[in-house]
């Protein structure tokens, strides 16, 4: 073949460059490796960059490529062949076409012809058809047999945030030249801690289905679920290196012999395995009987508390330990509660974890380290510190508590005056100062709590000038109305006036002139209404001053006392004068009560 | 001396009604506690000052004194609480405020106080640039000036008066606005704080009122805080700089 190849190529001399493409084989099952080997022989063949790769993602994954180069001199001349072998893992069931791989060079442009290829599904053999591949001894179905990858956890059934051991095993009966992990389950929603993986990998060997395995553990893990449900862990998968052997010799003891890797009988295989995935369900921790100061802790845990010394000066630092130890989620323990005495200036502590990985559980301890400084002497207790946790073995929670601890406290060197921890500027001034001296004037001692707003004085003080303000207002309107009503001006004069006219009549009686007196009487009686009526007395007659009255609704009494007095008025002027003075009175009395009276309901 | 003693009583009469013979006794206290202060006897200076309060009495002056009593029988806490009582009555004094700025400095805990908005410093500056009563009495003053001009506005009607007491009423009006209004504020303040200090050596402040309750901190000797509610034994307390917490009200004296 290579002599027709350099033929073919010598006598195409002007275009150096030849690009051919092939499968492995052409029907291939789902999940399986194929190669795609693209071959560049020319003389240019050495220069010629790589060809691109063919866009073939809609039904493979790309693994990897290797390259190799062949130059041969025959005769003097020379024959370059550079070969791309590119990996693949068939994707997807169906016909497909890979296309054509193409390079341009030197303005050329060269293509490979297109190859058919057929995906099948399940774990069908795929029939080698290429001629390398041909002797390939192990089907697929077989291969899985002999080479697997097994995941098993410690449980299946956990609590929030108790460990599930996951160990994920590589169990293997034909040679294994090589592996690595190509995908990490997905851990989403677990708190992970990795085992350290082993100097010296450990081999053991196991019997499965009458076949001997050699079992090796690749990794392992423990997962502190973070919160309940049921959660799948996606399978882990390895690409291994296994080298095949001819079927016949499998189990020839003797050829078993020649398995060893070094004499190289055999083809290597990439193949990708995956674990099974696992389900775990996680349990909530039980709301029954749950502390308040339940932080989440689940495992076994003990917790104790020491102090560097119990004797301290102020001011000396005191180291306080609080350890917290057993198996569960070290990493993830809070910092616990603690009460210091109030008179402790307490800086943060320093957290040390010590995690112990063996090979069933993941446990250690967490040291918090606080620096505490006593500020005043006395005796000082730091209060026991408590931490409450799940425990898995009797699934209850259990609380531990530390015991007091006792610290006396001496006084440090400083003095009573000099107290002042942070002592400032303002502070400073004072120093060697006294108080001032007490006050000897004697003082105004007042009654105690009597407070100035709450007294009588001030609260007359206050309402005194409102009242006359009010009294000050009602009287500028009177003088106002009394300016501009005439009528409010009489009926405010009316009294006067009356009063004045019987004042005249009281005199008249005295004197002895009835008719004066008489007169005057009447003139008050009817200058009054005049005056509260606002109409002109002279043009008044006694009729009219009734109806008057009577319309106002004043009562019948009233009114008929006041025309009685004026009827009397009236009839004694012009009666022949046989009037004493006791009737005169008598009228007198009459007339000012009837005015009176009058006077209240105008 | 007698002239002046007799308008002190004379005042004290007409103000509060004291009778002479109170006032006199007490005087003889005073004079009596001073002395033994004087001769360094602080605890019966101390006597002799709370026997003039136990008769329903005080001013500045005796809390003043009392408080140097107690200062120099280094009771500090009792000290502030009178100084601080002293200050109540007489809130620019200098001496008070010297002597109670010294005797903070031996309280044990700093509390810083909050940071006010600027304009209500000011305020509150300026309402205790006087004493309560001094406020009142010139709000009052101004206030029946105020009063009496509009009366006579009201009744006298003689155009020289309106021209002159048009102004007179303006100015009066807006100082008895600004003088009454700081009186109301000392008022507020007088009546919504009630302020108390710490007697006990030492006392934890709770979150709650009750014995189990958590410690929020702890305070020392001579501390003011402000009383904020009570419930039964127990008052909620406020730190000049916001913290709140509950103790037992026998721990404290209110001011």
């Given at each position: 073949?290579?002599?027709?190849?350099?033929?073919?190529?010598?006598?195409?001399?002007?275009?150096?460059?030849?690009?051919?493409?092939?499968?492995?084989?052409t029907e291939i099952g789902l999940n399986q490796q194929f190669e795609l080997t693209v071959e560049l022989s020319g003389a240019d063949a050495q220069r010629a960059p790589q060809p691109g790769l063919p866009d073939i993602s809609g039904f493979a994954a790309f693994l990897g490529t290797s390259s190799s180069q062949n130059i041969q001199l025959i005769n003097g001349q020379m024959s370059v062949t550079k070969s791309f072998s590119h990996h693949y893992v068939a994707t997807k069931v169906g016909k497909f076409q890979i296309p054509p791989?193409?390079?341009?060079?030197?303005?050329?442009?060269?293509?490979?012809?297109?190859?058919?290829?057929?995906?099948?599904?399940?774990?069908?053999?795929?029939?080698?058809?290429?001629?390398?591949?041909?002797?390939?001894?192990?089907?697929?179905?077989?291969?899985?047999?002999?080479?697997?990858?097994?995941?098993?956890?410690?449980?299946?059934?956990?609590?929030?945030?108790?460990?599930?051991?996951?160990?994920?095993?590589?169990?293997?009966?034909?040679?294994?030249?090589?592996?690595?992990?190509?995908?990490?389950?997905?851990?989403?929603?677990?708190?992970?801690?990795?085992?350290?993986?082993?100097?010296?990998?450990?081999?053991?060997?196991?019997?499965?289905?009458?076949?001997?395995?050699?079992?090796?553990?690749?990794?392992?893990?423990?997962?502190?679920?973070?919160?309940?449900?049921?959660?799948?862990?996606?399978?882990?998968?390895?690409?291994?290196?296994?080298?095949?052997?001819?079927?016949?010799?499998?189990?020839?003891?003797?050829?078993?012999?020649?398995?060893?890797?070094?004499?190289?009988?055999?083809?290597?295989?990439?193949?990708?395995?995956?674990?099974?995935?696992?389900?775990?369900?996680?349990?909530?921790?039980?709301?029954?009987?749950?502390?308040?100061?339940?932080?989440?802790?689940?495992?076994?845990?003990?917790?104790?508390?020491?102090?560097?010394?119990?004797?301290?000066?102020?001011?000396?630092?005191?180291?306080?330990?609080?350890?917290?130890?057993?198996?569960?989620?070290?990493?993830?323990?809070?910092?616990?509660?603690?009460?210091?005495?109030?008179?402790?200036?307490?800086?943060?502590?320093?957290?040390?974890?010590?995690?112990?990985?063996?090979?069933?559980?993941?446990?250690?301890?967490?040291?918090?380290?606080?620096?505490?400084?006593?500020?005043?002497?006395?005796?000082?207790?730091?209060?026991?510190?408590?931490?409450?946790?799940?425990?898995?073995?009797?699934?209850?929670?259990?609380?531990?508590?530390?015991?007091?601890?006792?610290?006396?406290?001496?006084?440090?060197?400083?003095?009573?005056?000099?107290?002042?921890?942070?002592?400032?500027?303002?502070d400073v001034k004072f120093i060697g100062q006294d108080i001032r001296f007490i006050q000897l004037r004697m003082p105004q001692f007042q009654k105690m709590g009597a407070v100035f707003y709450k007294t009588a004085v001030f609260f007359i003080s206050l309402t005194l000038p409102l009242l006359a303000l009010v009294g000050a207002f009602g009287y500028r309107r009177h003088l106002d109305k009394l300016s501009s009503d005439e009528a409010y001006a009489r009926s405010r004069k009316a009294n006067k006036m009356a009063l004045k006219r019987?004042?005249?009549?009281?005199?008249?009686?005295?004197?002895?002139?009835?008719?004066?007196?008489?007169?005057?009487?009447?003139?008050?009686?009817?200058?009054?209404?005049?005056?509260?009526?606002?109409?002109?007395?002279?043009?008044?007659?006694?009729?009219?001053?009734?109806?008057?009255?009577?319309?106002?609704?004043?009562?019948?009494?009233?009114?008929?006392?006041?025309?009685?007095?004026?009827?009397?008025?009236?009839?004694?002027?012009?009666?022949?004068?046989?009037?004493?003075?006791?009737?005169?009175?008598?009228?007198?009395?009459?007339?000012?009560?009837?005015?009176?009276?009058?006077?209240?309901?105008? | 001396?007698?002239?002046?003693?007799?308008?002190?009583?004379?005042?004290?009469?007409?103000?509060?009604?004291?009778?002479?013979?109170?006032?006199?006794?007490?005087?003889?206290?005073?004079?009596?506690?001073?002395?033994?202060?004087?001769?360094?006897?602080?605890?019966?200076?101390?006597?002799?000052?709370?026997?003039?309060?136990?008769?329903?009495?005080?001013?500045?002056?005796?809390?003043?004194?009392?408080?140097?009593?107690?200062?120099?029988?280094?009771?500090?806490?009792?000290?502030?609480?009178?100084?601080?009582?002293?200050?109540?009555?007489?809130?620019?004094?200098?001496?008070?405020?010297?002597?109670?700025?010294?005797?903070?400095?031996?309280?044990?805990?700093?509390?810083?106080?909050?940071?006010?908005?600027?304009?209500?410093?000011?305020?509150?500056?300026?309402?205790?640039?006087?004493?309560?009563?001094?406020?009142?009495?010139?709000?009052?003053?101004?206030?029946?000036?105020?009063?009496?001009?509009?009366?006579?506005?009201?009744?006298?009607?003689?155009?020289?008066?309106?021209?002159?007491?048009?102004?007179?009423?303006?100015?009066?009006?807006?100082?008895?606005?600004?003088?009454?209004?700081?009186?109301?504020?000392?008022?507020?303040?007088?009546?919504?704080?009630?302020?108390?200090?710490?007697?006990?050596?030492?006392?934890?402040?709770?979150s709650a009122p009750v014995e189990a309750g958590t410690d929020v901190f702890s305070l020392h000797q001579g501390v003011k805080v402000q009383i904020k509610e009570h419930s039964g034994d127990w008052v909620k307390i406020r730190l000049a700089d916001g913290k709140i917490g509950w103790m037992k009200h026998t721990h404290l004296e209110q001011i």
């Amino acid at each position: 073949m290579a002599a027709t190849f350099l033929m073919w190529v010598s006598t195409l001399s002007a275009q150096d460059l030849k690009i051919s493409a092939e499968v492995n084989r052409t029907e291939i099952g789902l999940n399986q490796q194929f190669e795609l080997t693209v071959e560049l022989s020319g003389a240019d063949a050495q220069r010629a960059p790589q060809p691109g790769l063919p866009d073939i993602s809609g039904f493979a994954a790309f693994l990897g490529t290797s390259s190799s180069q062949n130059i041969q001199l025959i005769n003097g001349q020379m024959s370059v062949t550079k070969s791309f072998s590119h990996h693949y893992v068939a994707t997807k069931v169906g016909k497909f076409q890979i296309p054509p791989v193409t390079l341009d060079y030197k303005n050329n442009r060269y293509a490979t012809e297109p190859i058919d290829i057929e995906i099948v599904a399940g774990q069908s053999s795929p029939t080698p058809n290429s001629p390398g591949s041909r002797k390939a001894p192990t089907d697929a179905e077989e291969l899985s047999e002999l080479l697997f990858l097994k995941a098993e956890s410690n449980k299946r059934t956990v609590y929030e945030n108790e460990a599930v051991i996951l160990t994920y095993k590589i169990y293997y009966a034909l040679p294994l030249r090589g592996g690595s992990i190509s995908q990490l389950p997905n851990m989403v929603g677990f708190w992970s801690e990795e085992f350290p993986a082993p100097q010296q990998p450990r081999v053991n060997m196991e019997v499965i289905n009458g076949r001997q395995f050699q079992v090796q553990e690749i990794k392992k893990v423990a997962l502190f679920s973070q919160g309940a449900g049921t959660k799948t862990l996606e399978p882990l998968a390895v690409d291994c290196e296994v080298q095949l052997q001819s079927r016949q010799s499998r189990r020839d003891i003797f050829d078993s012999f020649f398995d060893d890797p070094f004499f190289g009988l055999g083809r290597t295989v990439r193949q990708t395995i995956r674990s099974n995935p696992i389900t775990i369900t996680v349990l909530p921790l039980p709301e029954a009987g749950k502390p308040v100061d339940f932080s989440g802790a689940v495992g076994s845990f003990s917790i104790s508390a020491t102090v560097d010394k119990n004797n301290v000066k102020t001011n000396e630092a005191i180291k306080f330990k609080v350890k917290l130890a057993g198996s569960g989620n070290i990493k993830i323990l809070p910092q616990p509660k603690i009460d210091f005495p109030g008179d402790f200036e307490v800086y943060e502590p320093t957290v040390t974890e010590n995690i112990q990985r063996d090979n069933i559980q993941i446990a250690g301890d967490k040291t918090f380290e606080y620096v505490l400084i006593p500020r005043f002497p006395g005796n000082q207790t730091i209060k026991p510190v408590a931490f409450s946790y799940f425990d898995l073995a009797n699934k209850s929670y259990q609380r531990v508590t530390t015991d007091a601890l006792d610290i006396s406290v001496s006084k440090g060197s400083e003095s009573f005056v000099s107290v002042p921890l942070a002592s400032s500027k303002e502070d400073v001034k004072f120093i060697g100062q006294d108080i001032r001296f007490i006050q000897l004037r004697m003082p105004q001692f007042q009654k105690m709590g009597a407070v100035f707003y709450k007294t009588a004085v001030f609260f007359i003080s206050l309402t005194l000038p409102l009242l006359a303000l009010v009294g000050a207002f009602g009287y500028r309107r009177h003088l106002d109305k009394l300016s501009s009503d005439e009528a409010y001006a009489r009926s405010r004069k009316a009294n006067k006036m009356a009063l004045k006219r019987l004042g005249e009549a009281n005199t008249q009686m005295r004197k002895g002139d009835p008719k004066a007196f008489y007169a005057e009487v009447s003139k008050a009686l009817m200058g009054f209404i005049g005056d509260k009526l606002n109409v002109s007395a002279a043009g008044l007659i006694t009729e009219e001053v009734e109806t008057m009255l009577r319309r106002r609704g004043i009562s019948e009494a009233v009114v008929q006392e006041y025309l009685d007095c004026l009827k009397t008025c009236d009839f004694m002027r012009f009666a022949p004068s046989e009037s004493d003075n006791g009737q005169m009175k008598v009228l007198f009395e009459k007339a000012r009560k009837a005015l009176i009276n009058l006077d209240k309901r105008i | 001396m007698r002239l002046q003693k007799f308008v002190v009583v004379a005042f004290a009469l007409v103000t509060f009604g004291i009778s002479p013979l109170l006032a006199g006794e007490m005087e003889t206290l005073f004079i009596k506690a001073n002395d033994y202060y004087q001769s360094g006897n602080y605890s019966a200076a101390i006597a002799e000052y709370q026997k003039i309060r136990d008769l329903g009495y005080e001013s500045w002056e005796l809390y003043y004194n009392l408080g140097n009593a107690y200062y120099k029988d280094r009771q500090i806490a009792r000290a502030i609480l009178n100084y601080e009582r002293a200050r109540k009555l007489a809130p620019k004094n200098e001496d008070i405020n010297f002597n109670l700025e010294l005797a903070n400095l031996s309280v044990v805990d700093r509390i810083p106080r909050l940071p006010q908005f600027i304009f209500f410093e000011w305020i509150s500056n300026l309402a205790t640039l006087l004493s309560l009563k001094l406020l009142g009495i010139i709000s009052i003053t101004l206030y029946v000036l105020f009063v009496g001009l509009l009366i006579l506005k009201l009744l006298v009607k003689s155009s020289a008066f309106v021209r002159f007491s048009k102004g007179v009423v303006i100015i009066t009006g807006v100082l008895l606005v600004i003088f009454s209004g700081l009186f109301s504020i000392r008022v507020f303040e007088n009546e919504s704080t009630v302020e108390a200090i710490v007697l006990s050596e030492k006392v934890d402040i709770k979150s709650a009122p009750v014995e189990a309750g958590t410690d929020v901190f702890s305070l020392h000797q001579g501390v003011k805080v402000q009383i904020k509610e009570h419930s039964g034994d127990w008052v909620k307390i406020r730190l000049a700089d916001g913290k709140i917490g509950w103790m037992k009200h026998t721990h404290l004296e209110q001011i």
